[in-house]
């Protein structure tokens, strides 16, 4: 059944935020002839298998927008994503397989980001070098040199990126961070970010013929070449080191982003980490489905974080979330709202999100997508100030990249402070780049 925009928006959580346009069945460039239409940001949503999905309803969701293009290596993702758009809009966006090729389109003005990770960085590099602004996904790259280019290009072009922070969106947990640093906690010190879920083996991958609705090719991109298997597309990418960054950056990447906002903090000067492939075994799994990473700043702050990606055991009855201590009280954060408590762990004080975010668990859309999404539009259209940019969210990647660093050599990491750089270890050293298929290097 079509969903009719009109009533899409007005569900939303942001149907009064501005002028509806969409649905008309026009082109890109006919909407920019449109009277009073001046504001109309076009978008290209690129990787439409699950949070691009998502993508496109909290594009829609905002007024003043409209996707022309569906960009994906999977047709079928492509057919997906372009009836998404004809079920909310009742028009068609056009659809591509190539980004090289949609980057050439003048009358786009904006894309997301929502491939697998080794992607991310070149696309975002590649779209603001041709103009375009960028809601990317987090992570914001695969290693921690492609944050710097893209840093570098984000600086560069002064276009807008906006990293997939979207707690970073949520009006209680900007309550919760903005009375921590009043001292309503006293003086925080101690953040603890968890993540649980109950994934399941991904089994040993056979070597089997390329589907045909498959650009193996091109999905593979800047990574090196290999043969395709049966256990890797769609998701199963995450579990190993040629394009994933498992379950820090796949998911930490948002609750040690929390945490270091709430105690005002950036790069530690130490890191370390411990775990392994404890669940299960035996499978093509190359990450760490249960892992504990510390980040220690001087003498006077502490950031941990325990992912456990198969065993759901909750913390405080949730999946994922934060707890922040200070020297009077506590405050545990999370994607509904927040609970203050005294130092003897009486609550104080609750706050709930009233319908923004539509979950506590590990996935993360809803309301609070279109929130993160309306900030990044404020910002192309007036220069608003933005949530989660690109050079900060940066820091809460790459501190999640310094700790899968750490896990693989063994040993504790010694940081620069200023660059998030590791010093002194010539191997962890090396971890902080990969190498690129030959022609797919960054520049």
């Known amino acids: ?15 009064t935020a501005g002028l509806t346009i969409g649905g008309m069945g026009l082109s890109a460039a006919s909407y920019r002839r449109i009277i009073g239409a001046n504001d109309t940001v076009v978008f290209a949503a690129v990787g439409v298998n699950g949070r691009g999905i998502a993508n496109i309803q909290a594009v829609l969701g905002c007024t003043g927008t409209v996707i022309s293009h569906i960009c994906d290596v ?14 909310i809009t009742g028009s068609k966006p056009a659809g591509i397989e190539d980004i090289r090729k949609l980057l050439e389109d003048k009358s786009i003005d904006a894309i997301t980001i929502a491939t697998p990770d080794h992607w991310h960085a070149p696309m975002a590099i590649m779209a603001a070098q041709a103009g375009k602004n960028v809601y990317l996904e987090k992570p914001s790259s ?26 970073r969106s949520a009006p209680t947990s900007i309550e919760a961070v903005e009375r921590i640093k009043r001292g309503d906690i006293g003086r925080p010190y101690f953040g603890k970010a968890w993540y649980a879920n109950t994934r399941g083996p991904i089994g040993i991958g056979k070597e089997v013929p390329v589907p045909g609705w498959l650009n193996w090719e091109l999905w593979q991109g800047p990574a090196p070449r290999t043969v395709y298997r049966d256990n890797i597309v ?23 982003d ?12 130490k890191v370390s980490a ?10 093509d799994w190359e990450f760490y489905d249960t892992q504990v990473v510390n980040y220690q700043y001087g003498t006077d702050k502490l950031i941990t974080w325990e992912g456990k990606s198969c065993n759901g055991m909750r913390d405080y009855s949730m999946d994922r979330g934060v707890l922040i201590q200070g020297t009077e009280g506590s405050l545990v954060l999370h994607r509904n709202g927040y609970e203050m408590y005294n130092l003897s762990g009486e609550l104080n004080d609750r706050k709930q999100e009233s319908g923004i975010s539509e979950t506590t668990g590990t996935r993360g859309s809803g309301g609070l997508d279109v929130l993160h999404m309306y900030n990044f539009l404020e910002a192309i259209r007036n220069g608003t100030g933005l949530h989660a940019p690109i050079d900060d969210g940066a820091v809460s990647v790459n501190m999640c990249h310094l700790g899968n660093i750490s896990q693989k050599v063994g040993r504790m990491l010694e940081v620069d402070a200023e660059t998030g750089k590791v010093t002194r270890d010539q191997e962890a050293m090396a971890l902080m780049s ?5 022609g797919w290097e960054l520049d």
């Not at 769609?234 to 040690?256: C, D, K, P, Q, S």
């Not at 411990?274 to 499978?283: E, P, Q, V, W």
């Open 258 to 269: 929390v945490c270091r906002w709430a105690l005002g903090v950036d790069y530690p000067d």
């Open 434 to 438: 990969r190498d690129y298929e030959s």
């Open 142 to 167: 695969h290693n921690i040199n492609e944050n710097e280019l893209l840093v570098e290009v984000y600086r560069k072009t002064g276009k807008v990126i906006q990293m997939g922070n979207q707690q």
């Open 274 to 283: 411990l775990g392994g492939r404890l669940h299960y075994s035996g499978d």
């Open 74 to 87: 999977d047709s079928r993702a492509v057919e997906k994503g372009i009836e998404e758009v004809n079920n």
């Open 1 to 15: 059944m079509k969903t009719n925009r009109r009533e899409f928006i007005k569900k939303s959580a942001l149907g």
């Open 234 to 256: 769609h998701y199963n990418w995450h579990w190993f080191w040629r394009w994933g960054t498992g379950e820090l950056l796949n998911n930490a990447t948002h609750e040690v």
